[in-house]
């Protein structure tokens, strides 16, 4: 950690506190428990034409959508044919989930800050500046690049070729909200204020879903 900055050393140290040693499977395991509203976007399916499906259009008239769906339920209920419905990205966020996200998390903060960003070091194709940064183990035993940037940095690829996976996590200096996911998720979760978690499930851009505290956080791969 000697080569991040004191602040983020202390907000890592603090994310690391609050998340290590929670219950496996937990949200806590992810997101620190300590905001007061929490929410999951669901990276949506795409068709061969590269039109976004949302898991509720492919449910249609089979079940309700809601933030305990897997993946797995939809193929169960459905059956989408694979050479039409291509499935949600797995251990990144898709691009356009990632742009409306930055938007309503840049209005959340003023100035907006530098943030945090947490990357796999099992991927292959790491960029090399992503390669080279530290390491942190989190909760769930999964070795973490640290790097620091701007709130856009979310949106640019951490691999070599331009279309590549997104940074699982994302954490501001003052911590007052948390972006994260894991290499085996389809979805994303957000923790953070009443009004912040209100802004991105109202987005009609986002297929986002109120969550408890203690929602549980399955493998969606």
Aim: with cysteine.
């Amino acid at each position: 950690m000697d080569r991040l900055e004191s602040d983020s050393e202390s907000r890592i140290h603090w994310f690391l506190q609050q998340t290590i040693g929670k219950p496996m499977g937990s949200l806590a395991g992810l997101i620190p428990p300590v905001y007061r509203a929490y929410a999951r976007v669901l990276n949506p399916a795409t068709s061969p034409d590269g039109r976004r499906l949302r898991w509720s259009q492919l449910a249609a008239d089979h079940f309700e959508v809601d933030g305990a769906t897997q993946w797995s339920d939809i193929v169960a209920a459905c059956g989408p044919e694979p050479n039409r419905v291509y499935e949600p990205e797995c251990g990144s966020v898709d691009s356009l989930v990632a742009e409306r996200l930055v938007s309503r998390l840049s209005k959340a903060a003023k100035p907006r800050p530098e943030c945090l960003f947490l990357v796999w070091e099992g991927y292959s194709d790491l960029k090399s500046q992503v390669r080279t940064s530290p390491v942190i183990v989190n909760g769930l035993g999964r070795g973490l690049h640290v790097l620091r940037g701007p709130l856009e940095l979310a949106l640019e690829s951490i691999e070599d070729h331009p279309a590549g996976r997104l940074p699982l996590n994302r954490l501001p200096p003052d911590g007052t909200w948390c972006v994260a996911n894991d290499i085996h998720a389809r979805s994303v979760f957000i923790g953070g204020s009443a009004s912040l978690i209100g802004e991105i499930l109202g987005d009609p851009d986002l297929e986002a879903y109120f969550i408890r505290p203690n929602h549980a956080v399955d493998p969606e791969d």
